[in-house]
């Protein structure tokens, strides 16, 4: 089954760690997107990518970094720059960044500090 | 950028039809409604989008004024299986980068 994976789906962090989190989707699509997500707020955007080595600044981008080597695989690094890293990250995907393609979502990786 | 606002929680029955209703009254002329679907510790998962009248999918309907105003997300018969939050969302037109507010926490009891 197409889908997008993120793993692993509990992280625990030291202080002054960096830690990468995985998103890896086989849907073949070009756009990828990263979010944040703490308790009961609604999710905010980190780095959006529209195609491979090629990605952006979103909303809340200070502390995160990322890359995107092959198009398949977005992953997240969550530096020690972070302060308030412990939240909930959801990485998405879309065939494209057209404004009427709908986003596919992982399942998550809950980050917690140590 | 256009913002929505939404109901903070609704509660239901099962088998009742739910009707979540998303303001919006800056929507701009290409924007698109979106409504997503969360559960606990889980990825959103698309439900429906429309950009006007009505739009209905084996899971829920959509409504949309002439005026864009606003925007009613429909769910029939709803089940225990339906309790979760529930996003509107109106894409910006900078692509499809997709602002989630806070959404609607549905309760459905039995």
């Known amino acids: 089954d197409g889908g997008i994976t993120q793993s692993p789906k509990y992280l625990f962090r030291k202080e002054g760690q960096n830690v990468t989190l995985s998103c890896e989707q086989n849907l073949n699509h070009d756009a990828m997107y990263w979010y944040r997500q703490d308790p009961g707020q609604g999710l905010r955007l980190i780095y959006y990518?529209?195609?491979?080595?090629?990605?952006q600044k979103g909303d809340i981008a200070e502390g995160y970094s990322v890359s995107r080597e092959k198009k398949e695989s977005f992953p997240l690094t969550v530096t020690s720059a972070q302060k308030n890293p412990t939240a909930f990250y959801l990485c998405a995907s879309s065939p494209g960044t057209d404004y009427f393609q709908p986003q596919h979502f992982g399942d998550g990786t809950r980050l917690s500090i140590l | 950028l256009a913002k929505t606002t939404q109901p903070i929680s609704m509660d239901s029955y099962e088998g009742q039809e739910v009707n979540i209703t998303c303001s919006h009254n800056?929507?701009?002329?290409?924007?698109?409604i979106t409504w997503y679907q969360q559960f606990p510790s889980q990825g959103p998962r698309f439900i429906i989008q429309g950009y006007k009248t009505k739009v209905t999918n084996e899971v829920a309907s959509l409504f949309i004024p002439a005026d864009r105003k606003s925007s009613t997300l429909s769910l029939p018969r709803v089940s225990l299986s339906d309790t979760a939050v529930y996003y509107c969302l109106v894409n910006l037109n900078a692509g499809n980068m997709l602002t989630f507010g806070g959404g609607t926490r549905l309760m459905v009891k039995p």
């Open positions: 800056n929507i701009a002329t290409n924007d698109y």
């Open positions: 990518s529209q195609i491979v080595n090629d990605f």
